[in-house]
């Protein structure tokens, strides 16, 4: 069992920085793939960023290449989210969870946190 807790969300101005954290309880979480993913108010949850266990297959959506980077802490058991250059539309709430490959697909994710706001203004 893991159980994830998001962390970092804020409103930003357009142009600006946030970096997400996602802390897990559970010996086991270096075991296990991280993915991000957001929703957006009357949108289907969507995948942002993924990597699996050892750091390493970095996957990234389209939308946040060269924006975002996502990496893993595994002695502090955190995953992070760096996400520079903010657009409005990447207002959502953000969601880490775990799963058995950084797969950009939500059925392929077991855990999943409470999610933390992200707000751009324009």
């Known amino acids: 069992q893991v159980q994830l807790v998001e962390s970092g969300g804020a409103l930003v101005h357009s142009g600006g920085s946030l970096r997400l954290s996602c802390a897990a309880s559970?010996?086991?979480?270096?075991?296990?793939?991280m993915g991000w993913f957001r929703q957006a108010p009357g949108k289907e949850r969507e995948f942002v960023a993924a990597?699996?266990?050892?750091?390493?297959?970095?996957n990234y959506a389209d939308s946040v290449k060269g924006r975002f980077t996502i990496s893993r802490d595994n002695a502090k058991n955190t995953v992070y989210l760096q996400m520079n250059s903010l657009k409005p539309e990447d207002t959502a709430v953000y969601y880490c969870?775990?799963?058995?490959?950084?797969?950009?697909?939500?059925?392929?994710?077991?855990?999943w946190g409470q999610g933390t706001q992200v707000t751009v203004s324009s």
């Open positions: 969870a775990a799963g058995g490959s950084a797969s950009n697909f939500r059925r392929d994710y077991f855990y």
């Open positions: 559970g010996r086991t979480f270096s075991t296990y793939a």
């Open positions: 990597l699996r266990w050892s750091g390493n297959g970095i």
